[in-house]
């Protein structure tokens, strides 16, 4: 499987040069024909892989490509396009600021974020080459990135972050998303392609001002995904912080202790013991049942009772998410349910990144044949399918882009178990 994983990463590796900014860039495309860009998660995910692989140089090389574009104020978007002209879809030119200036015909980046994991993959890279010279490189770019989603996103002072975008959640056309944009058919169609396209096109009018868009509220979702690698990536930020004396160590350590506690109270819903995403100024719970239902579960400072009856109600439940190749992407009763290809996607297929995510957490707490199942089951899709974007979780079958890159999240997964027996 490294043997695989390894060749897959280098047939999809990208290096050059950007004259427009220059700077040698150097990242992994999840997909040599779907995905060609550089992605921000996706580029964590390949930190990660390549850190189990025992690669930490070219982590690091992803890394600071990553960071290249970073604004002054700390922004990194969702999307870095490399020496390239206009993206694959033409609706995502939405997704970039309307300040073009024929930025278009050069190096530029997306005007969304992406799920904050970055801070976890930095430390990855550093445990696994114990690089200090990199961390200290890394840190300050970190902090900005951070400081700004606390000052631009969490609009209400609370500890949530918003996103002010479908795709700004990783999870591209969740079913919880459906509410907010007014979609009431459950099998997505051509009219909620429209829905959310136009909200992105009225982030560009805005100039994707968050101050304005959020008074404006038409897409205003606090994901619980988003803030639950927000609030573990807050806490990272405090360690990496403490390992070489930063004195701003204790700025992180206070906004996780606020971000859980908001997680606890805003979105845990204590009647069907799941976690939902909230949405509007209200913070209306969106009681749809995704995988991000027991992602707080994760958290240390989640209290023991809730994660174990979350996950036992849920995790566990053959007529929602255990299935014979977990984990599916929405409760499998759910209306929205389709386990098929689809150009709406998360919505039923199974992705890695689920398997990923939970993995430690169950490793460590007790159900340890529960989290090598998910390996067992990666393993199994590859087998059959290939290294393929997403899976049905009945068959096995594999949909979407090929060549695809989480897959590889396998090795991580085997490290971590092999370092436990350790």
């Not at 996706?42 to 604004?71: G, P, V, W, Y």
Request: hydrophobic fraction near 40%; aromatic fraction near 14%; include cysteine.
């Amino acid at each position: 499987m490294r043997e695989k994983v390894n060749q897959l990463l280098d047939e999809n590796m990208v290096k050059g040069y950007s004259k427009s900014i220059g700077h040698h860039f150097h990242y992994t495309k999840p997909s040599p024909t779907s995905y060609p860009f550089q992605f921000f998660w996706d580029t964590c995910f390949h930190a990660f892989i390549l850190a189990a692989l025992n690669r930490a140089e070219m982590a690091k090389k992803h890394l600071e490509s990553l960071f290249a574009l970073q604004k002054a104020n700390g922004f990194v978007g969702h999307m870095i396009y490399w020496n390239n002209i206009f993206p694959k879809r033409l609706s995502d030119l939405f997704q970039s600021s309307p300040n073009l200036k024929f930025k278009l015909l050069k190096t530029h980046m997306s005007a969304l974020l992406q799920p904050p994991i970055v801070a976890q993959a930095v430390k990855r890279v550093c445990d696994n080459s114990a690089d200090q010279v990199f961390l200290k490189k890394m840190l300050p770019k970190l902090k900005k990135y951070y400081n700004w989603i606390a000052s631009n996103r969490d609009f209400e002072g609370n500890g949530l972050i918003s996103i002010i975008s479908p795709f700004e959640s990783g999870i591209d056309w969740k079913p919880s998303f459906d509410e907010v944009v007014n979609f009431s058919s459950k099998r997505a169609n051509w009219r909620l392609f429209v829905k959310v396209v136009w909200i992105d096109f009225r982030n560009f009018l805005n100039n994707y001002n968050c101050r304005k868009i959020y008074e404006q509220g038409y897409f205003i979702v606090k994901e619980v995904g988003f803030n639950t690698i927000y609030a573990q990536n807050l806490l990272t930020m405090h360690q990496l912080c403490e390992k070489i004396a930063d004195p701003d160590a204790q700025i992180y350590k206070s906004r996780y202790d606020q971000t859980v506690k908001s997680i606890l109270e805003v979105m845990y819903d204590k009647e069907t013991a799941a976690f939902y995403d909230v949405h509007d100024k209200d913070n209306k719970k969106i009681k749809v049942l995704t995988p991000t239902a027991f992602f707080p579960t994760v958290i240390k400072d989640i209290p023991t009772d809730i994660s174990k009856k979350v996950l036992q109600n849920h995790f566990f439940n053959k007529d929602e998410f255990d299935v014979p190749y977990p984990i599916p992407s929405v409760s499998i009763n759910h209306p929205a349910f389709n386990p098929n290809q689809s150009l709406f996607i998360w919505r039923g297929p199974t992705w890695i990144l689920y398997n990923w995510f939970m993995h430690k957490h169950l490793m460590e707490n007790d159900w340890e044949k529960e989290a090598h199942k998910l390996i067992e089951s990666i393993e199994k899709l590859i087998e059959i399918s290939g290294f393929r974007e997403y899976y049905n979780p009945f068959t096995g079958e594999g949909h979407g882009a090929r060549d695809f890159t989480w897959s590889g999240l396998v090795i991580d997964m085997i490290q971590m178990e092999k370092n436990k027996k350790l």
